[in-house]
């Protein structure tokens, strides 16, 4: 699965996912870097960057590090 500007996005970091705040005014969107599995299911390569209590995982959340073209 590569993204169009080539970047295979079932390597490790290859995408940024943000999740976004419910409430901006209190809590930073979150951000967390990942890939894609064989199925094309997103696989985070590490934590969050801020707890996702009060997050939203809205379309086109997916990015490619590379382009920041939205993927998935």
């Known amino acids: 699965m590569n993204c ?3 970047v295979d996005l079932t390597g490790k970091g290859t995408i940024v996912r943000t ?3 419910k409430s ?3 809590y930073p ?3 967390c ?3 894609y599995d064989e199925s094309g299911t997103f696989e985070p390569d590490g934590s969050v960057s801020y707890p996702l209590e009060h997050h939203d995982l809205r379309d086109g959340s ?3 590090v ?3 073209a939205v993927v998935g």
């Open 62 to 64: 997916d990015k490619c």
């Open 4 to 6: 169009k500007c080539g």
């Open 29 to 31: 969107d979150s951000f």
């Open 66 to 68: 590379g382009c920041d």
């Open 24 to 26: 901006p005014d209190k």
């Open 19 to 21: 999740y976004e705040s």
């Open 33 to 35: 870097h990942g890939h």
